[in-house]
């Protein structure tokens, strides 16, 4: 194994024999909880643009890598939303160290790859399945589908009366992160052929973001795997509907909450039987 430099959260390891850079977060109450949730990650040096060392608040020293465009499904899908002090791709540390941190950023430097955008995702992503509790829903990713459960409490009618929707990758065009840490914070699929409607809250695609709901340590690995995941789907002519008895049973549901009156719940029970 390589060079070691440990920071006030993290430990950076260069590894010479393959090539990468092993950043170790540490478990901390000051460490950001994104950092927790990212706990180890592996860094090929062909997936990083730049490294800098610079001078920090308090006399510590800021050493930063930068990855290149198209490299990491994190960085991507947060797209210049985190903030500094969640950036993970930031160590700071003592300010005697500064030395030792110039030598390290030097030999990195000296195995980066091109400065260009990547042309395949070169870091990894968090795994799936997973699952992501917002305002108005509950998600779930399995790896090859996004799946909403709306919320009894948070969801609007819109949502409640279309009922809980699937939608697997290969019928997704991108996916939009918006920080939670910002106003109008949700997570907004694109549907191939679906424009879907402006208002996250009304649109059968996204969900949405709150105080206690979708952090950035939860949602944004949520959204990095389903990128990852985009760039490896197959293409379908559409995304399967629920199924009849599934559809009369969430009419059932919101008939019994009093969100649809007698004469609704009739006029679209006998609908959907007729369609089926």
């Known amino acids: ?58 006399n510590t020293v800021v050493l930063r890598a930068t990855a290149r465009a198209g490299a990491d499904p994190l960085v991507e899908a947060a797209a210049g939303q985190l903030r500094e002090a969640c950036n993970p791709y930031r160590l700071v540390l003592p300010g ?11 030999a990195l430097r000296e195995r980066l790859g091109p400065a260009g955008p990547a042309d395949r995702f070169l870091v990894a992503a968090p795994q799936p399945p997973l699952a992501l509790k917002a305002y108005d829903a509950r998600l779930a990713f399995d790896g090859a589908c996004v799946a909403f459960r709306w919320s009894r409490t948070g969801a609007t009618s819109t949502k409640w009366k279309a009922g809980d929707q699937r939608y697997p990758l290969s019928a997704l065009t ?33 969900a949405v973001f709150g105080v206690g709901y979708g952090a950035v340590h939860e949602s944004l690995p949520f959204a990095a795997a389903v990128l990852a995941g985009l760039r490896t789907r197959t293409p379908v002519a559409s995304v399967p509907g629920p199924r009849a008895d599934d559809r009369l049973r969430h009419l059932a549901e919101l008939h019994g909450a009093g969100l649809l009156t007698d004469a609704e719940y009739t006029a679209l029970r006998d609908r959907f039987a007729a369609e089926a």
């Not at 109008?184 to 996204?206: F, M, N, Y």
């Open 1 to 58: 194994m390589g060079d070691v430099l440990a920071g006030n959260h993290a430990v950076w390891e260069f590894d010479r024999t393959t090539d990468s850079m092993i950043i170790r977060f540490a478990r901390g109450m000051r460490t950001p909880r994104l950092w927790h949730a990212l706990g180890t990650r592996r860094i090929p040096l062909e997936a990083l643009s730049g490294v800098s060392v610079t001078a920090g608040r308090r």
């Open 96 to 106: 005697d160290a500064r030395g030792r941190a110039a030598a390290f950023a030097q």
């Open 174 to 206: 991108g996916l939009a992160w918006h920080s939670p840490d910002r106003p109008g914070a949700h997570l907004r699929l694109s549907v191939q052929g679906a424009p879907g409607d402006p208002r996250p809250d009304h649109d059968l695609a996204s």
